[in-house]
């Protein structure tokens, strides 16, 4: 169907991308000034992408931040996506509303709240905070995201391919792993994508998780930033912008070109 | 039951256990407890040592001391009540931004919409607080938006944005516009766009025919919308702490200091249990909408 848009409906689009777009757009063209008067435009340079890689408490924190989020996101698809298969292929087991409801609840649970009882819990047990008490905050959140994620692709998938499967010998972990595991992959892959951005982002959770020798980049931002603009914070923002800009668009490239070939074979298949 | 199969549920469900039921077990502990000067700062600590009795008088020396002191310091309701409000105006907000956006998202070629749905989730992708931080440039009181508007002479003295609630309006409706934008869109999308013509053939006006057809049949997403808006909005607490200032109070950013700041932790487990029970309500509702919707759609 192809319709001509109205005026109004220009006029929306138009409107409402540039209000998505222009703050983050005059973040990346201020990041190139050359005043330390973030609101006064001094010329064009990139003095501040040099500051930035010499200095180190952001050097330090942005390592930081990766580690947490490469190791948070892994086990948080592990479990993520164990606990979406026990959900759509489980069956009934004791406690099962139960354990619906702890894979919902921190979707919609306030972080302040999830960090909170975190921390809590950290001093009740006696672990000290640290790396290792962000990552298990961050996998905790994340893999009920990527349980949604990889549930939602459990259940529109062709049930009867693993059921043939087990009819001709596999045992049910083969089945697993040749059959339906091929299948969720993608969906397993953007829940790890979804994850470690979700970790990468998190300022709340990881604050009240971390202690004094762990800052993630987020909690370094938030406290260079309370303090006012600086052209710094334009230049890390800008960099990090353009990271997850280029993730989002090369994945989306390839699960568009993912989904015409399948559909080429389905055609190929169906003349046969 | 095999032993495959008991390890598959048995491990994320004793990590959700011990990392989401347990914590959340102890802040309601603590809420109960009262603050101490000591390591735990609150009174009484569990000591299993003690055998029977030990539990016994643990249980006994819990009271609801902080949720009475809660209702008694006018600063904590208050925060309540214009969490509330703040929640509320902004997610009205949003969805008078985000309808037109979604509304001429459905309308347009099918050979953009892919295109069209990308610029709306990447923000989605992009650090949240990075997103928020954007706006201080703007509207701070010598930002670029005072700037432009001294130099048209619409103004002669810069508008007072920054530290008010209106720039928690405007993070608000910012950050969370694709979560309204995607959930409407999807229900114009699936629309018969042969409702909109028979109402047209028997006589209405095209906003009529809006009002009448299309309004009524994008309810379920508007309100799918709204409150994947309003639900996080509530315990919000970056943008009321960058863009809010000391005036606007939020009890997310309550809720932040009673325990960075004051250090009291039974308040501040108080706080979040209180916020917890306000959020419920909402988040039932969300849940009956969700059901019903996915009901219709079979």
Known sequence: MNRRM?????????????????PMLILIIYSFNSSKLVTVWAGFSTKWYGELLHNQQFLDAAWVTLRVGVMSSTAATVLGTMAAYVMVRGGRFFGRTLFSGMIYA?????EVITGLSLLLLFIAIGLDRGIFTIVLAHT???????SVVVSSRLMTFDRSLEEAALDLGCSPFDAFKSVTLPIIT???????????TLSLDDLVIASFASGPSSTTLPIKIF????????????????IMIGIVATGVITTSLISKNAIRRQRQEELEGTKQ | MNLRRLTLILVPYLWLMGFFLVPFLIVVKIALSDTAIAIPPYWPVLDLSAGWTGIKEFFSELDFENFVFLT?????????????????????????VGYPIAYAMAQAPDEWRPTLMMLVILPFWTSFLIRVYSWVGIIANEGLLNQFLLWTGLISEPLQIMNTPTAVYIGIVYTYLPFMILPIYATLEKMDGSLIEAAVDLGCSRGKAFWLVTLPLS???????????????????????????????????????????NRDWPVAAAVAVVLLMILVIPIMLFQRNQERQEEAGR
């Open chain 1, 6 to 22: 109205s005026w109004f409906n220009v006029t929306s689009l138009t409107l409402g991308f540039a209000f998505l777009y222009l």
């Open chain 1, 106 to 110: 921190p979707l919609v649970m306030p």
């Open chain 1, 140 to 146: 905790t959140f994340s893999m009920c995201y990527v």
């Open chain 1, 186 to 196: 993608p969906a397993v892959i953007s829940g790890w994508l979804l994850a470690f």
């Open chain 1, 223 to 238: 406290s260079a930033v309370r303090l006012g603009v600086s052209p710094e914070i334009n230049a890390l923002s800008t």
């Open chain 2, 72 to 96: 008694e310091d006018s600063l904590y309701w208050k925060s309540y009540l214009s969490s509330l409000q703040i929640a509320s105006i902004s997610t009205f907000l949003t969805l008078l």
């Open chain 2, 219 to 261: 309810r379920p997403g508007m309100i799918a919308g709204c409150f994947l808006v309003f639900i996080p909005a509530l315990g919000e607490f970056v943008i009321p702490s960058l863009l809010g200032g000391s005036q606007t109070l939020m009890i997310g950013k309550v809720l932040w200091e009673e325990f960075f700041s």
